[in-house]
């Protein structure tokens, strides 16, 4: 019976993989657009000299960048200053029922002029392309467009957010009802974001990339999320093991529970086949069924992010990693409703 399962497991795992959409070039812009970006910033002295310095290079330039200082403990706004963008400066804590980044995403919106919104997370490398590309799929899709941009790594530890990393895209692959969308990079017109209410209507939710393409859709704004297919990169979590750890931990257990259920099942499924091929040593087929995700991982990682062939061939020290730290989120936010980000203690309800 386990040897069926794992088998079905392996199989969905191509079926989400089949579903994946990535970023490209669909023909020509039609017209000229004022795109206003939104960067919200917290101590992110690091990563906004890079990301402003690649917008200033895209082929189509931002009719304007507005960087949202919130109320950062380092030199965020000193930096962004030296740029040729709109300084916002929050310089008190959210107000009670926010979170600290759809507090700043608002702030920059209430500032913004132009008519599409590019909300851009600090850590994000676009090419210079990016935009360009990124607004000829909006002009096929229209709505809201999503981009989760491909992996790119440093330092070894990053390797181990691979779990996640998949379990975020298959998440919001094209399988059951779909309900969310890539945070790090939205695209979408200003009418239809103030249609539904922008970042004011979700200005409580940790996984608020979740909540919003949810607004969208109960107003029958269409959803669109592709993978950044080297249009866009990032590194999430640079400043450590405990950063990683923090990060996915803030966010991982409610994301869960967030997407509709037929996906949460397949996905739950999916992953136990995962852990029961880890764990099956009862005859020689255990010599087929690991394999067959060794070989069906090294596809996948290789069109996430800056993957080796050994995370692939050990792919359970990943997967044990991952139920440590979701085990920890499910603590944190059901049992204490709080998590930690960036020096803040965050309520979940």
Known sequence: MKEIIIIISWGIGWLYYKTLKF??????????????????????????????????????????????????????????????????????????????????????????????????????????????????????????????????????YEHLNFTFNLVSIFSMALLGKKDGAFGPAMLISKKDYEMVGGHKEVKDKVVEDMSLAKNCIQKNIPVNNFLGNGYIKFRMYPNGILDLFRGFSKNMAKGAFSINLLNFLLIFFYIYGVYASIFYFKSNLFNILYPLYVFQFYILQRKLGDYKWYDALFFPLHFIFFLFVFSYSIFRTFFTKTVIWKGRKIRVD
């Open 23 to 156: 970023l490209k070039r669909e023909g020509l812009i039609s017209r000229d657009y004022k795109i206003s970006v939104i960067i919200p910033a917290r101590n992110e002295e690091r990563n906004l000299p890079k990301l402003l310095s690649l917008l200033e290079r895209q082929t189509y330039r931002p009719y304007e960048i507005i960087v949202v200082n919130d109320n950062s403990e380092d030199n965020t706004e000193e930096v962004a200053r030296r740029f040729n963008v709109k300084v916002v400066s929050l310089h008190e804590e959210p107000p009670a029922g926010w979170v600290g980044k759809n507090w700043a995403i608002w702030n920059g919106y209430l500032e913004s002029k132009g008519e599409l919104l590019l909300f851009l997370d600090a850590d994000v490398e676009p090419r210079e392309d990016f935009i360009e590309v990124l607004l000829t799929s909006y002009e096929k899709y229209k709505g809201l467009v999503s981009c989760w941009p491909y992996q790119r790594f440093e330092r070894f």
